[in-house]
């Protein structure tokens, strides 16, 4: 019988102990052995708990017990959830996380940590919640090479975009409809400026790159500027608007990568339009596959709690065993993404016509109805340091959005 700690009773935490108990006897046979909750570390104490037996408050008694193999890091945040994975690797105990934005800080040296203790630092629900995106990357698609990973990774902003367009809500009205449902943190700012998905296109692209993609050089704008008025020209374009995470891989002398996190105007006919709620989706392109897509729920209590739990099976099948995972602590370079190219609809005061063609030259307007005092066009194919460049020079300007190609 293997036993488990659970660092952290939270949300995700007790959703493990939970799935490892209903479906104790299927994660057996899947596992090859029993697998039994022997701790569950917390600060707080839960009375009238069903396993409030097993809560413990020091954490030197899971580095200390000979019999956890596997500790659950479900506590979230850097520290101390870094602390404890560390020293529970440097035990030879296997660890598992959904936690995001401590993969993405210490991901590749976790794992090289791991390789040399024999042991694994597993991490599928740091990612599109109960979405397999990690296990495929690492496994099913090693034979592909992975040219772009792209796709909405962030449930609390799909909500909200989903909720602006279908009721025509603002951005607060929508924002505290998420709050009341549990889908948005009190201080939702990780989610609304982008900086969840940033992270988790970071991991993803650290695995498709093999080396360390950090997050903080990643371009990232959230939805906070977002309005009814973009969907009433989406709609007018067929198009809806979505937060989109990316990396993609610029093939020449030596590889490059672009990654960005940033509100995109999306086509009617791209499967990522009809992605809505809280529902993720992740679109991972190869070069011999073509495009797969993984849709599911990206968050949630129990779709999370599973992926760290057929972690947990992974290292219960493999004791003693090492889990290739490529992804060296090596830093690689991000393109420039001033650099980039791409279109714009751009929304300008009525008033600011004239200098918006001497600009940006001749345009066809799109005025939609229900909207005065403005109109909106789309530019050519330009770089993004021009168009901001041009943006600076038009004091007009309402909003713009860039468009998914």
């Not at 367009?165 to 201080?187: I, V």
């Amino acid at each position: 019988m293997a036993k488990v700690a659970v660092l952290g009773y939270g949300t995700v935490g007790s959703g493990v102990v939970e799935v490892l108990e209903k479906n104790r006897s299927l994660i057996a046979k899947r596992a090859g052995e029993e697998l039994e909750v022997k701790y569950i570390l917390d600060l707080r104490d839960f009375p009238g708990d069903p396993y409030e037996d097993r809560v413990i408050h020091d954490v030197e008694m899971i580095m200390g017990d000979p019999e956890i193999q596997i500790v659950c890091e479900t506590m979230g945040g850097n520290e101390p959830a870094y602390t404890f994975s560390k020293r529970a690797i440097l035990a030879g105990k296997s660890v598992c996380t959904s936690n995001k934005e401590l993969v993405a800080n210490h991901g590749a040296e976790l794992i090289a940590l791991a390789r040399e203790h024999r042991c694994n630092y597993l991490f599928e629900a740091s990612v599109g919640g109960g979405i397999p995106v990690i296990r495929p990357l690492c496994n099913a698609l090693t034979a592909e090479r992975i040219n772009e990973i792209s796709g909405i990774l962030n449930g609390t902003t799909n909500y909200i975009l989903t909720k602006m367009e279908q009721e025509k809500t603002r951005f607060e009205d929508a924002l505290k409809s998420a709050q009341e449902l549990g889908y948005a943190e009190r201080n939702p700012e990780a989610d609304v400026e982008g900086q969840d998905a940033c992270r988790k296109i970071a991991i993803l692209a650290s695995l498709m790159s093999g080396k360390t993609v950090d997050y903080r050089d990643i371009y990232t704008e959230g939805i906070t500027q977002i309005t009814p008025e973009d969907f009433v020209y989406a709609r007018c374009m067929g198009m809806t608007v979505k937060l989109l995470a990316m990396c993609k891989r610029r093939e020449g002398e030596k590889e490059e990568y672009l990654a960005a996190v940033a509100p995109y105007l999306v086509s009617g006919q791209n499967p990522l339009a009809g992605v809505n709620d809280v529902f993720n989706a992740v679109f991972i392109h190869g070069n011999m596959l073509g495009e797969s897509m993984f849709y599911g729920r990206g968050a949630g209590k129990l779709p999370t709690a599973s992926a760290v739990v057929a972690d947990v099976v992974d290292c219960a099948k493999h004791p003693g065993e090492h889990i290739i995972c490529l992804w060296e602590e090596e830093k690689i370079r991000l393109l420039d993404f001033g650099q980039t190219k791409g279109r714009f609809l751009v929304r300008v005061k009525e008033a600011g016509e004239d200098r918006a063609r001497n600009l940006f030259g001749d345009f066809e307007k799109i005025v939609p109805d229900g909207i005065t005092g403005e109109f909106a066009f789309v530019t050519k194919v330009m770089r993004e340091e021009e168009a901001v460049q041009k943006f600076g020079g038009l004091p007009e300007l309402v909003a713009r959005i860039r468009i998914k190609d």
